[in-house]
Every structure is written in structure tokens, then in C-alpha cells.
């Protein structure tokens, strides 16, 4: 069974820079379908896809965030992570990592982000 | 961009009862990348359909969708009272290159 875990810092400073990471357990990050993104959810609000990575390295974008987001892998640690440059307000959200490539088979269970002074 | 539109925005109706939700699309997508999810408070997300009407893995057969072109549609048969949640349809394919709908809230009345 696939598991997902985010960590991550649960308060930003605006203007910093937010670093999530999610680990899977249950399988290998490098295996097949291995497909792996991040999706945030701001208090009351719907599902917003942020950035993909397939394991290969091949790196995928959401336009409106692509300038200030990196998403990354660290097979070693069967681990991948989510940076956000220069955080605003806009950004407090909770945090999902997921798996998939078409669709979201498996979530994480997710990380609050607040962005505050 | 594709934009999908769900409505309607919230459903009241009482267990036992048929829903029916739709996911439009602001141009014609392939069924074969619109998926739909169910999430409750305080939870993530859940898979429930895949490929337009595909269920996921031990997802109860009161959930069925259908669809294609620029119109889907997600049904529940007989509401159970753990369906009272938030559904969304999502797409994969165009710019964004993953997008969600906006949700419906399924409510008990």
C-alpha cells in the first residue's frame, strides 16, 4: 500500500521561501507511474494543481506559479520536494502531495501552510 | 485554458436519495483523462472515477459516471450519509496541464 507523508514548516514568513517534502513509503519513488506533484487547497476553497515531476526528471508547471516554484526528487531517499519563492498571503493553503499521471490515485494526508508575519 | 464548470454549487437532499452532478468543459476533452474525486472535512481528496467513468478501487458501484465532449456527469444512485462531501472533476491535457473544477457540495437537508 502506496503511502504519501508531507513535512514542512507550518508557518512562512512573507517573502521566504516554503520548502515541503513527500515521502512514499510502500513503493519506490523511480518505479512505474511514477508520476509525482503537488495540489494546495487554500482555507475554504477548491483544489489547485501546482507541479509534476515524473522520476526521469521531466519537471511540469502550473503557468501561474511556474516562476517561483521547483519541484524536485531525491530517489535515495524515496523522497520529492516543493519549493516556493518570495511567499505571499495567496499562498497559505494546505499542501497535498500526490501520484499519478492522468488522475490522483493516491494523496498525502496534507500540510497547513500559513503564510504570516 | 480549459475551465471546467460544475454545478450545481451545492445539492441538499436526504439519504436515500439519486444525486447528480455536472462537470462542463470549455472545450471538448478526452474521456479518457476526467477524472472525479470526493472529498470530506478534514480529509484529502479521494479518487472515485477515472477515464470518465472508470471506478477506482473499492469505490461502491452507487457511484457510476458518464460523459464525453465538453459534458460529464457524476451520479450517486442512493446517497448513503457518508456521501454527504465535496465533489470535484478534474482534467488532465491542456494549460494548465492539470485542472480541477470548483466543486459541488453534496449536503444533507
Known amino acids: 500500500q502506496l503511502q504519501l507523508q508531507e513535512s514542512g514548516p507550518g508557518l512562512v514568513k512573507p517573502s521566504e521561501t516554503l520548502s515541503l517534502t513527500c515521502g512514499v513509503s510502500g513503493g519506490s519513488i523511480s518505479g512505474s507511474y511514477s508520476y509525482w506533484g503537488w495540489v494546495r487547497q487554500p482555507p475554504g476553497k477548491g483544489l489547485e494543481w501546482i507541479a509534476t515531476?515524473?522520476?526521469?526528471?521531466?519537471?511540469y508547471y502550473n503557468p501561474s506559479h511556474k516562476s517561483r516554484v521547483t519541484i524536485s526528487v531525491d530517489m535515495s531517499k524515496n523522497q520529492f520536494s516543493l519549493k516556493v519563492n518570495s511567499v505571499t498571503a495567496a499562498d497559505t493553503a494546505i499542501y497535498y502531495c500526490?501520484?499519478?499521471?492522468?488522475?490522483?490515485?493516491?494523496w498525502g494526508q496534507g500540510s497547513r501552510v500559513t503564510v504570516s508575519s | 485554458d480549459i475551465v471546467l464548470t460544475q454545478s450545481p454549487g451545492t445539492l441538499s437532499l436526504s439519504p436515500g436519495e439519486r444525486a447528480t452532478l455536472s462537470c462542463r468543459a470549455s472545450q471538448s476533452v478526452s474521456t479518457r483523462y476526467l477524472a472525479w474525486y470526493q472529498q470530506k472535512p478534514g480529509q484529502a481528496p479521494k479518487l472515485l472515477i477515472f477515464?470518465?467513468?472508470s471506478r477506482a478501487t473499492g469505490i461502491p458501484d452507487r457511484f457510476s459516471a458518464s460523459g464525453s465532449g465538453t459534458d460529464f456527469t457524476l451520479t450517486i444512485s442512493r446517497l448513503e450519509p457518508e456521501d454527504f462531501a465535496v465533489y470535484y472533476c478534474?482534467?488532465?491535457?491542456?494549460?494548465?496541464?492539470?485542472?480541477f473544477g470548483h466543486g459541488t457540495k453534496v449536503e444533507a437537508k
Open positions: 515531476l515524473y522520476h526521469s526528471g521531466d519537471t
Open positions: 478534474q482534467h488532465y491535457g491542456n494549460s494548465p496541464l492539470w485542472t
Open positions: 477515464g470518465a467513468s
Open positions: 500526490v501520484r499519478g499521471p492522468y488522475h490522483f490515485d493516491d
